[in-house]
């Protein structure tokens, strides 16, 4: 039996009830939309406000938000495929999934390059302007993409590889280990993984104590950079969850045999969907500047309702 027919075969053994399935796939889709509506009023305060769309930090933040509208629409459209249609085409979930692993992927790049924007404009400045530009922050949303794609594209082009044409119109459980069977995917998967979490954790941990050494002052300024970098930390933390999901499952296989599921619908609300709610909070609600103006299209949007 290979991996895929092994997974599946898990998948059939530990179905939930009908009832439980149906309260499991609520909670999901009511958090999902949640999230993406409380997401997309900090993109529509953006958009709205001039003063956001030529700062480069903000440009980030942004730009963390709709990877994460993405990542979450993605994540649920896949977790009540996989109760209700089940199986579905090869192609088609190769497509949702490379979408869900180069959104998962940006977002520790992400907040490594907002954590280096914060050390500069505490530790340097004079020189932010000039360094933190909106063409550079552009340049570098750029290269968060291509990195991202260079690491999760070499999935597809070994699959396409080594698999038979057929498999690709076949239907299967929509899994990355379904679609992208190959073992030495995961080879390449746990090298990436590392390389990526190695230099993230670094870039924020030294950003971290930078800001803590080198401003003189405990300014107001400077205690809410060094917390704002320690938020993003707790967020890659939970973001790394993800990529210890395999072993993870495994292990609460082999603890929780009979409450199997249960245990896989929490480690799912954890890996996937926690992490995302944590970026509004940061910069949408912690963030004096982006919660005034939130607040008056909040304000505006009411009282067109009321009138209406």
């Not at 994540?75 to 869900?100: E, G, H, P, Q, W």
């Not at 245990?263 to 992490?275: E, G, K, T």
């Not at 709610?277 to 939130?294: C, V």
Request: proline share 3%; hydrophobic share 45%; net charge positive.
């Amino acid at each position: 039996m290979n991996a895929s027919s092994a997974n599946v075969t898990v998948v059939l053994q530990y179905r939930d009830s009908f009832t439980k399935a149906v309260v499991k796939n609520v909670i999901v889709v009511v958090v999902g939309i949640s999230i993406n509506h409380i997401n997309a009023g900090l993109i529509h305060t953006f958009c709205k406000h001039q003063i956001f769309y030529r700062n480069p930090r903000y440009i980030l933040f942004i730009h963390l938000v709709i990877n994460d509208m993405i990542q979450v629409t993605l994540s649920v459209t896949l977790f009540v495929i996989s109760y209700t249609i089940y199986k579905i085409n090869v192609s088609l979930c190769s497509t949702f999934i490379l979408l869900a692993l180069f959104t998962t992927e940006n977002t520790p790049l992400n907040l490594a390059c907002m954590a280096v924007e914060c050390y500069i404009a505490i530790c340097l400045p004079l020189r932010h302007v000039q360094i933190c530009t909106v063409k550079r922050t552009l340049m570098l949303i750029g290269l968060i993409w291509s990195t991202s794609m260079l690491s999760v594209l070499s999935d597809l082009f070994i699959t396409l590889a080594t698999e038979q044409l057929g498999f690709f119109h076949s239907r299967v459980f929509c899994l990355r280990q379904t679609v992208f069977p190959n073992p030495l995917i995961i080879k390449k998967r746990d090298i990436t993984y590392s390389v990526f979490l190695v230099i993230v954790w670094f870039t924020i941990v030294y950003t971290y104590f930078r800001i803590l050494f080198t401003a003189k002052t405990a300014s107001k300024d400077t205690k809410k950079a060094r917390n704002t970098i320690l938020l993003h930390g707790l967020q890659l933390l939970l973001c790394m969850t993800s990529y210890a999901a395999p072993q993870l499952k495994q292990a609460l296989l082999q603890w929780f045999p009979q409450n199997y599921t249960d245990s896989l619908f929490a480690c799912y609300i954890i890996v996937q969907i926690l992490p995302r709610s944590i970026s509004p909070i940061i910069y949408g609600m912690r963030d004096k500047t982006f919660r005034t103006y939130l607040k008056q299209c909040l304000v505006c949007k009411r009282q067109r309702t009321l009138k209406s």
